[in-house]
């Protein structure tokens, strides 16, 4: 007996003629480019090598849009912001040894991010696999050792019959919560060789559900329901599985203030009267935190930025949501549900009862005039006065991205809603190439970038790649003379500073060199100026000259 769901697997004559007679000239990369358009891949980013031309040279068969740029970490980043934006899998394509490992910064960030990258490097071939023995260029004595403790999952591939399910799994493990980046490679010559293998047509690497079990649940809501003083904290497990609507819900249904953890940024409407917002390193939100009876933390692990440097120490009881089964209780006891955010927030909410306290907001707008307060002491007005000027410039619906600087560290605290941020795994250089990754996954709005001038030289190759593209993106890059917050570090712990200081080019003439509007602002024409450049079609700098100071944090025992 033939059931419904077995004939879905039963081909059509049109698909069983074309796999009997497939199209000549095709090769291992075909395979793989046909895989990632059947699992609904559009854009790709990558740099070709040796030992990937055949992924390459198929590209030009297919109807992937390639998207290349000038170094493989910067194609990583631009590739993690595309999975960030988008909530699809970023493909990633890479050559062996050098241009592999290059990318590896970047797949660490993406880990730490959770951002579906799906990695795909080629490999010296089959005959040269294992031992490093054989002198082929680029050869590794086991090239995915160096991925398999950055990345989610590692697949290989020695004959294109295995081409199409490995990626297909990777895929899947991509975009399975957590998501993350995944990596596969595929050997030169199995690339190379013309296949007689049908074209792979529609995959199905639909990504497992991540339920929380109802007995959790059912206690997490019993506690929610009777607490007294409820908090939420908002990671970016809620931002990821695109669950801000029912934190919204919940939050409001049990009158919990809530915070949202760097990463978590855009998780909680900013001017919302439970808002708290993302003072995450300021000790009256800390206080807040340890004293509330009930403490639900939703997609974070309390990690150090999350927990101001491990200075929080919750009193009452502590309900944690995680996705990644590995953070779950791993800084403090907890009711642990292992979960995907949205589902188990849906199951709260269907569970958990009315609480009304009406003393919420009140004691809301008493810590953040509290933290208000302490930053009004510090001298702090350019700052704040800087990053206003780049939020009233930026229009509301578009993207930023933000490097390793003193104005992100500034952003992460007191920038009014979402950003990016390479926060995660905190490497330098994420900014700009992260905006161009952006761009591509939607053209037609502005995307800021933010860097400062050391975080910025990082990514200077990357402006022959926004120009050849014609990216809307707009680079600010504040120029303080070096690394400027390792200044800061280096002073305060050691009375001077040592290698942070720096020689920098011309930024505006190096912009210009590469056909790339260029101007230098000042802080007092940095809005318009950069709403000037964000309103004009294609790349564009903006380069400040500023000293930024940072506030003075509250980890040490400082108030």
């Known amino acids: 007996m033939t059931h419904d769901h077995d004939l879905e697997l039963l081909p059509t004559a049109a698909q069983t003629e074309a796999a009997l007679n497939p199209p000549p000239g095709r090769n291992g990369g075909d395979l793989v480019v046909e895989t990632l358009h059947g699992l609904g891949a559009s854009t790709v980013f990558g740099l070709p090598g040796q030992h990937a031309l055949g992924m390459f040279d198929a590209l030009r068969r297919s109807d992937l849009r390639y998207v290349g740029l000038r170094v493989e970490n910067n194609a990583g980043f631009a590739a993690d912001a595309y999975g960030r934006v988008t909530g699809e899998v970023a493909p990633l394509l890479l050559s062996t040894g050098p241009g592999a490992l290059m990318s590896l910064a970047a797949l660490q960030e993406a880990a730490a991010a959770s951002a579906p990258v799906l990695a795909i490097g080629s490999q010296v071939p089959v005959a040269g696999l294992g031992g490093g023995r054989h002198g082929y260029l680029h050869e590794l004595r086991d090239q995915q050792a160096s991925f398999r403790d950055v990345v989610k999952s590692v697949h290989t591939v020695r004959t294109q019959s295995q081409i199409p399910s490995a990626i297909a799994a990777a895929w899947e493990s991509a975009l399975t919560a957590p998501h993350g980046p995944v990596w596969v490679e595929i050997p030169q010559d199995v690339l190379l060789a013309q296949t007689a293998l049908p074209v792979v047509t529609a995959m199905d690497a639909t990504p497992r559900d991540l339920v929380p079990r ?317 709403a000037k450049a964000l309103a004009e079609p294609g790349p564009s700098v903006v380069v400040l000259p500023a000293l930024l100071k940072m506030f003075a944090p509250t980890h040490l025992g400082e108030s």
């Open 214 to 530: 109802p007995e959790l649940t059912a206690v997490a809501a019993d506690l929610l329901s009777r607490a007294e003083r409820p908090v939420i904290i908002a990671g970016g497990g809620v931002v990821r599985s695109d669950a801000s609507g029912k934190l919204v819900a919940l939050a409001e249904k049990v009158n919990a203030p809530v915070v949202c953890t760097f990463g978590g940024k855009g998780a909680f409407p900013w001017e919302h009267p439970l808002s708290l917002q993302s003072w995450m390193e300021d000790r009256h939100t800390t206080d807040l935190l340890e004293d509330a009876d009930v403490l639900l933390v939703v997609g974070s692990g309390l990690g150090e930025l999350s927990s101001n440097y491990h200075t929080f120490a919750p009193r009452g009881r502590v309900i944690q949501i995680e996705a990644d089964a590995g953070k779950l209780e791993s800084n403090h006891p907890a009711l642990g549900i292992h979960a995907d955010a949205r589902l188990a927030l849906s199951a709260l909410l269907d569970t958990v009862t009315d609480r009304p306290d009406p003393s919420v907001p009140e004691r809301v707008a008493t810590l953040l005039a509290a933290v208000r307060e302490r930053l009004d002491g510090q001298d702090l007005s350019f700052e704040r006065e800087i990053l206003g000027s780049v939020r009233a410039a930026l229009p509301a619906s578009s993207p930023s991205f933000w490097d390793m600087t003193i104005l992100a560290y500034w952003a992460w605290s007191a920038w009014p809603g979402a950003l990016h941020s390479a926060q995660g795994a905190g490497g330098l250089g994420y900014g700009f190439p992260a905006a161009l990754g952006a761009a591509a996954a939607d053209p037609s709005k502005p995307v800021l970038a933010v860097s400062g001038d050391g975080g910025a030289m990082y990514s200077i190759a990357e402006l022959a790649t926004a120009k050849q593209y014609n990216l809307p993106v707009t680079w600010l890059i504040v120029d303080d003379g070096g690394y400027g917050i390792l200044r800061e570090y280096m002073t305060d712990a050691f009375g001077e500073a040592t290698a942070t200081e720096l020689s920098r080019p011309d930024f505006v003439a190096l912009a210009e060199s590469f056909g790339v509007p260029g101007v230098r602002t000042s802080p007092e024409t940095l809005q318009d100026d950069l």
